[in-house]
């Protein structure tokens, strides 16, 4: 499961001006027309990296959607570890 929260960079208790000004400034930084020198391998991780940007917004930028976001992922049991050991390492390192 995604965290939302650090796709943005952000904290869980984040107003949503904190959260609106996070979005801002990540779809600046990915926006594919952003990216003048960047090589196409580059501009397609960025592109991703949006997507994920995108999505985290608008889950946290609805209340409804936050809250049942916050519900799940406090409830969430960890069956394969490894898998999300490696989720969270690409998620910081790629």
């Known amino acids: 499961m995604i965290?939302?929260?650090s796709v943005l960079g952000v904290r869980p208790n984040a107003k949503?001006?904190?959260?609106k000004k996070?979005?801002?400034?990540?779809?600046?930084k990915y926006h594919p027309d952003k990216l003048l020198g960047a090589s196409d391998d580059e501009?397609?991780?960025a592109s991703i990296q949006l997507q994920r940007v995108k999505k985290a917004y608008e889950v946290l930028s609805d209340k409804?959607?936050?809250n049942a976001f916050i519900n799940?992922?406090?409830n969430v049991i960890v069956t394969d570890p490894t898998a999300a050991m490696r989720?969270?390492?690409?998620?910081y390192y790629s």
Not at 16 to 19: F, G, N, R, S, V
Not at 22 to 28: E, G, M, Q, T
Not at 87 to 91: G, K, V
Request: hydrophobic share 30%; proline share 0%; net charge negative.
């Open 3 to 5: 965290n939302h929260f």
């Open 64 to 66: 409804k959607l936050r």
């Open 87 to 91: 989720e969270l390492w690409d998620e």
């Open 72 to 74: 799940d992922f406090n």
């Open 22 to 28: 996070a979005y801002k400034r990540l779809s600046n």
């Open 43 to 45: 501009k397609q991780q």
């Open 16 to 19: 949503e001006d904190d959260i």
